[in-house]
């Protein structure tokens, strides 16, 4: 049973809302049109300051455009966080705190050196606009419901810190492809190769894309994990966290996407669609 009803109970929220038809008058002068109060997320920050970094695009991606000309030098610049794959598929990144992980077929975990070129990616930034603590048990489905309304919007993009620990962890990987190109995301997400661990304390970078983002990046939510051990990581699959789990998120409302400039993204056409399942 979901009982996590996010930041605030029905009932403050009605008491806040109650104390804010009571001031308005007041508040605002009579006369004078009534000021929107958002009574559900008072303490709320904006930072218009923040840009969701995005290379390349989802859709190329999912079409074999497996040939990307982002450094890692260039991703840093863009962000502290972030996700995406390094080229030819050789591993998953994972980006916390400016360090640029990379997660190999055989599950290694390594740090990209600056001249390492990257596919796709999603980076920021990372200052957070709220932190909460959302109860246990969670498995990625229950959190993924639990997060919904704990968003200010569904309309902007966010990006998430989660640390945890996790009684059991199942990341996906990648196989490193070779030219020319034979599969796309839709065959080769469905057979990658997969990391699990049980009792494992790490943290999940991740963002969410409002759906009408398309194809161009992933809707909704996508998450990669590293554990504090730096031994363990990938494209979160399924976990299952008995205890609290530490949740910090920033919203976004700049966007900001850069195309590759090779030959692969030039004469690719944008065919087959593929998305996670969305919760
Ligand atoms: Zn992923």
């Known amino acids: 049973m979901n009982r996590y009803a996010g930041p605030l109970t029905l009932s403050t929220t009605l ?4 104390v804010v038809i009571l001031i308005l008058p007041w508040a605002t002068g009579l006369g004078r049109a009534p000021v929107a109060v958002d009574a559900t997320d008072a303490a709320y920050r904006t930072d218009h300051g923040d840009t969701f970094f995005h290379y390349s695009i989802w859709w190329a991606f999912v079409n074999k455009v497996f040939d990307g000309d982002l450094t890692v030098k260039d991703l840093k610049a863009n962000g502290d966080v972030g996700l995406g794959s390094f080229d030819f ?9 400016g360090v640029p992980y990379r997660i190999t077929e055989d599950g290694k ?6 001249e390492d070129q990257i ?34 919007s569904l309309n902007y ?45 790490g943290t999940m970078i991740g963002f969410f894309c409002p759906e009408f983002i398309g194809n161009i990046n992933v ?18 699959m ?12 920033d ?11 090779n030959e692969d993204y030039e004469n690719v056409e944008l065919k087959k669609e593929f998305q996670y399942k969305k919760k």
Do not use: W
């Open 251 to 261: 919203r976004m409302k700049d966007y900001h996407f850069v195309l590759p400039e």
């Open 109 to 114: 975990v390594s740090i990209g050196a600056d």
């Open 157 to 201: 993009f966010y990006a998430f810190k989660v640390h945890g620990n996790f009684k059991k962890m199942k990341c996906g990987g990648l196989n490193k492809q070779s030219k020319p190109f034979k599969d796309g995301l839709d065959v080769l997400i469905p057979n990658r190769p997969v990391f699990e661990q049980e009792n494992v304390s």
């Open 15 to 18: 008491t806040v809302m109650v």
């Open 119 to 152: 596919v796709y990616a999603n980076a920021a930034f990372f200052d957070a606009d709220k932190q909460f603590e959302m109860p246990g048990p969670n498995d990625y489905d229950a959190f993924r419901q639990r997060l919904n309304p704990a968003l200010p």
């Open 89 to 97: 598929l050789d591993g998953e990144m994972i980006m916390v705190d």
């Open 219 to 236: 809707a909704g939510y996508h998450f990669h994990f590293i554990s504090d051990d730096r031994k363990m990581g990938g494209h979160v």
């Open 238 to 249: 399924e976990f299952l966290c008995e205890t609290p789990l530490e949740v910090e998120l």
